[in-house]
């Protein structure tokens, strides 16, 4: 794979730009999750530049770089001022795993012999990998069947002396709607437990809505009885991926989630995150994309995505066999399929036509359906993606539900996948006519509930032959149990990540 002798860079950047035409375009407006924006390239820009000045400082060393320490210092600063509590100590991160996952740490530390994270279904998976990998044991607790909200009463059974942690979202990711935050916060408080707020997607949206005139309910560290909150930049934010802010209510808890050790006879070790060496790149592209939009750009932003959001639903609303989960307060919206219409045929003549809609599955009794992320950038195209949802809609009742081969769901469930290994299990999926990983080493995986192939910068009127189809897959997932989905979904990676065969 090494070439023996070195090769240009302009060849090398040729290669990279021929490798991502295979991927999934992160401009446009036309991918409704996993990007983010702002429909203005010259912030983009700015951020590429900042992030390439800072590309090489190592955010190891405090002593040794302190542009880093004044960006963060500035970067923190600014969430903080406007998440409820200016001046309140915080850690720049990676992104909403890590952010969590040190929230999750601190706790842990603060309450030595609790063990417990209490949290609503709809909470991200990140806590659970939180708890996965600091030892502790999650305790989910059941949302509202209409509002999807946490419910309060189902925490108010669930806290006590083993909990460290409760966790509320603001919003959370699958419905877009947040949680009681005040009377949670509360509750936990009385408790004497501490409270997360999870505003990685919402903290810095929410604010921008509520200026836009949304009634956003208090989230933030301003309300009592929260103790942490971990906000993305690199979601509504909309700066370059690998960033995120965890902001604590006192410096003793943000001490709790960093950590030192000196026993080795190497260089001392005293690192405020997960990682040690890191890049200071996505601090600066952070910095740079706050300081290009500025409050005024947020708030435009913020404005032009609320009407985005309340065109998209109420578009929705009207399309037959199609409806809206709960009600958005933010800008994430879900939809929901009929018996006549399957959510995830849905997606697959979505993407026939140039537009990923993000497939969700069934789980703790919400049903299966397809995700929008509104952004800065989708206001512009509301029409079209509207037009879309619709012929794909009507497409989808065409065609019926995915077919799932009666039995598969209950053979896969009993299989042992441990005793397989990947090639056998690339050859069982075969069969059932999934194809897994990359044949050459360079095209796109199949990934189950997110189809791979390449959306067309001009959306083709019909759907093309050569697009994957994804329904079958997704169904037969959405049949399974959630840890038999797991094992699935990790073996779909082994796979995908060994070389070509
Ligand atoms: C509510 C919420 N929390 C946490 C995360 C995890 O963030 P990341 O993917 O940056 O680790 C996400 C990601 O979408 C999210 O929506």
Request: aromatic content about 6%; hydrophobic content about 45%; glycine content about 8%.
């Amino acid at each position: 794979m090494l070439p023996d002798h070195g090769r240009p860079a302009a060849e090398l950047l040729a290669e990279l730009t021929a490798l991502r035409a295979a991927d999934l375009p992160v401009r446009g407006g036309r991918v409704t999750a996993y990007v983010y924006d702002t429909g203005q390239p010259e912030v983009h820009e700015a951020a590429h530049r900042a992030y390439a000045e800072m590309l090489e400082v190592n955010m190891l060393d405090p002593t040794a770089f302190p542009s880093m320490v004044a960006l963060e210092r500035r970067v923190v600063g600014a969430v903080a001022e406007t998440l409820g509590r200016p001046g309140a100590p915080g850690i720049f991160t990676s992104g909403g795993t890590e952010s969590i996952m040190l929230a999750v740490k601190a706790a842990r530390d603060a309450r030595p012999g609790a063990t417990r994270v209490v949290l609503p279904v709809t909470a991200h998976p990140a806590f659970h990998k939180a708890a996965h990998y600091l030892g502790m044991e999650i305790v989910p607790v059941p949302v509202d069947p209409v509002s999807y909200r946490a419910s309060v009463p189902a925490f108010e059974d669930a806290l006590d002396e083993r909990t460290a942690l409760a966790v509320v979202s603001a919003p959370s990711y699958p419905q877009g709607v947040v949680d009681p935050v005040g009377e949670i916060a509360a509750l936990a408080a009385s408790r004497g437990v501490l409270c997360h707020v999870d505003a990685c997607v919402g903290g810095w949206l929410l604010p921008w809505l509520r200026e836009a005139g949304a009634a956003v309910p208090p989230f933030d560290l301003a309300v009592p009885g929260v103790t942490s909150i971990s906000c993305d930049l690199h979601k509504f934010g909309y700066a370059p991926k690998g960033a995120s802010v965890l902001l604590f209510r006192y410096a003793e808890l943000r001490r709790r989630a960093y950590f030192a050790s000196a026993a080795w006879p190497g260089y001392t070790i005293v690192n405020a995150t997960v990682q040690s060496s890191r890049s200071a790149g996505p601090l600066g592209g952070a910095w740079a994309t706050l300081e290009a939009l500025g409050r005024e750009g947020y708030r435009e932003l913020g404005r032009r995505t609320l009407e985005a959001t309340r065109r998209l639903a109420e578009g929705v609303r009207k399309i037959p066999g199609l409806r809206v989960l709960g009600e958005p307060e933010a800008a994430l919206v879900a939809i929901a399929g009929s018996p006549e219409v399957d959510v995830f045929v849905l997606a697959d003549e979505a993407r026939a036509r140039g537009w990923f809609l993000q497939p969700q599955l069934s789980y703790a009794g919400i049903p299966a359906n397809i995700h929008i992320t509104v952004t800065g950038v989708t206001l512009a195209g509301v029409d079209a993606m509207l037009d879309v949802i619709e012929e794909a809609a009507a497409a989808a009742r065409r065609r019926g539900p995915a077919k799932v081969p009666e039995g598969l769901p209950e053979l896969i469930a009993s299989i042992d996948l441990d005793a397989l290994d990947d090639a056998t299990f690339a050859e069982l999926a075969a069969s059932a006519g999934i194809t897994l990983g990359l044949p050459d080493g360079t095209g796109p995986a199949a990934q189950p509930g997110t189809p791979p192939e390449t959306a067309p910068s001009t959306a083709p009127s019909a759907p093309s032959s050569t697009t994957p189809e994804m329904a079958v897959v997704n169904a037969i997932l959405d049949a399974l149990p959630a840890a038999t989905r797991e094992a699935i979904l990790l073996r779909f990676l082994s796979v995908t990540y060994s070389p070509p065969a």
